[in-house]
């Protein structure tokens, strides 16, 4: 018994021991199986395992297809983050976006857990192929730097974002100018891979897309942003290329140029209709009406700077200020006429004036003739011989009596002479009070009466311009 508990205590401390280096090795298999894996935890090993490297060009020839009857789907994402400006003369939008595709490459996948949970990776944009998309609208080449990095993860899926400063064409309506709300597109089509190749897909529907441009929108300078638009347009023929469609709406701001363009027309409007109150008869008037004339062909000039040529319809602000700048040339062709008839009235009374002041004159020198006359007479007489004896009586008496009568027909002829100019100044008192301002008079009807219709009309021009415009 004793001999036989002796031989059995050793075996039982071998098994022992056994036990322990068994759960040793295990516990050491246990602690080094995650210290294994870190030959492989760079991103430097996902790649070695993708053969992929930069002299390696076989991903980045062609459409990464293992059969090229598959179609490589494209999904696209686009963000405005600023509309940084809108020039109508050259009919130009210049936005600010941020831009997302993402597509499917067959050759690109591996296992995350072989590589520490690595399920994606960056690696420089020219390793791999992109699809050739372009902008149909842009005029100019981004300004931006493209992005040198690309994301691809497990699946194979890769991702290339882009932020861009597009400089792209846009069809401006400015008829409502400064009231106007544009919307400017963005098409993105590929180059020369057509349907049967590349699949144009959006992310986000209109409505995510707003919001997201909402939130992510910097600043909008001139430009409030009202919605954007997606428009997939998927071609039915496989040889024709799918267009992505980005319909960007925005409204203009106009509080400024209702301060600084369309008050100060009104204001000279106004300016004008307070210079009926002015006296004709002076010329202030009618330079005070030029002066405002001017300073509306002023803002006339301003306004063809701002508005392109190649509009189809004439804008309003256009109307409203060939309008107002013809009510005001009628204006001052009418002060023109009233100063005409105050000069045509004015220019008899002047003329009479210098031929009474003429027929005084001729008088007098006719009166002073006359005396000189009858004194170089007397001299001549009392200077002569006497009288010759020979003449008779009856010739003296005679003489005397021609003399008598004839100074009694010289007071009669007075008198009717005097009778005859009181006649006259009678006469021409009734007359000149009839005749005397007669086109004063009638230049105030004419003032009176284009005032009413200028007035008027003003009324009627401008309601018909609140009804074109709210018409549209």
């Not at 090795?25 to 991103?43: A, G, K, M, Q």
């Not at 686009?78 to 936005?95: G, R």
């Not at 490459?105 to 296992?111: C, G, L, P, T």
């Amino acid at each position: 018994m004793t001999l036989t508990r002796l031989e059995r205590q050793p075996k039982d401390k071998l098994g022992g021991s056994v036990m322990m280096l068994f759960g040793s090795l295990l516990l050491l298999v246990f602690l080094t199986d995650d210290v294994r894996p870190e030959e492989n935890c760079s991103y430097q090993d996902v790649l070695n395992y993708l053969n992929m490297s930069s002299t390696n060009e076989r991903f980045s020839m062609s459409r990464p297809v293992k059969n090229y009857r598959h179609t490589t789907p494209v999904y696209l994402e686009v963000v405005l983050y600023a509309i940084l400006d809108v020039v109508e003369k050259e009919q130009k939008f210049i936005p600010y976006v941020w831009t997302v595709m993402r597509w499917h490459n067959e050759y690109i996948s591996w296992d995350p857990n072989q590589f520490c949970g690595i399920d994606n990776v960056s690696l420089p944009t020219e390793l791999l192929w992109k699809p050739d998309l372009t902008i149909v609208e842009m005029t100019e080449k981004d300004k931006a730097p493209p992005s040198p990095y690309l994301t691809i993860n497990a699946e194979g899926d890769v991702e290339v974002q882009n932020v861009q400063m597009l400089v792209s064409t846009c069809r401006m309506q400015i008829y409502k100018f400064p009231f106007d709300i544009q919307t400017c597109n963005l098409t993105f089509q590929s180059v020369i891979h057509a349907a049967k190749d590349i699949r144009l897909r959006a992310s986000d529907n209109s409505s995510e897309a707003t919001e997201e441009s909402r939130e992510a929108m910097l600043t909008q300078y001139e430009w409030l942003f009202i919605n954007m638009t997606v428009t997939p347009r998927n071609s039915t023929d496989p040889l024709i290329q799918d267009v992505l469609v980005y319909t960007i709406k925005m409204k203009r701001r106009s509080a400024l140029y209702i301060i600084n363009f369309i008050l100060p027309i009104l204001f000279f409007l106004s300016l004008d209709l307070a210079s009926f109150l002015m006296s004709d008869t002076s010329g202030e008037k009618l330079g005070f009406k030029v002066t405002v004339l001017l300073a509306v062909t002023v803002l006339q000039l301003i306004l063809n700077d701002i508005l392109p040529s190649s509009s189809d319809r004439i804008p309003l602000i256009a109307v409203y200020c060939i309008g107002i700048f013809t009510l005001m040339m009628l204006s001052l062709l009418e002060t023109i006429v009233l100063m005409y008839l105050i000069e045509k009235d004015s220019a008899p009374q002047d003329n009479e004036k210098n031929r009474s002041l003429k027929n005084k004159f001729n008088q007098g020198k006719d009166n002073l003739n006359n005396s000189l006359e009858g004194l170089c007479y007397q001299i001549l007489f009392w200077s002569g011989e006497a009288p010759s004896e020979l003449l008779s009586m009856a010739n003296k008496r005679q003489s005397r009596k021609l003399v008598e009568d004839e100074r009694v027909l010289e007071t009669v002829s007075g008198e009717l002479r005097e009778m005859e100019k009181t006649l006259s100044l009678i006469l021409s008192s009734r007359r000149d009070e009839f005749k005397s301002f007669y086109w004063s008079r009638m230049a105030k009807r004419v003032n009176k009466v284009f005032f009413i219709f200028y007035v008027i009309s003003i009324t009627v021009f401008l309601f018909w311009i609140f009804l074109m415009w709210k018409s549209e």
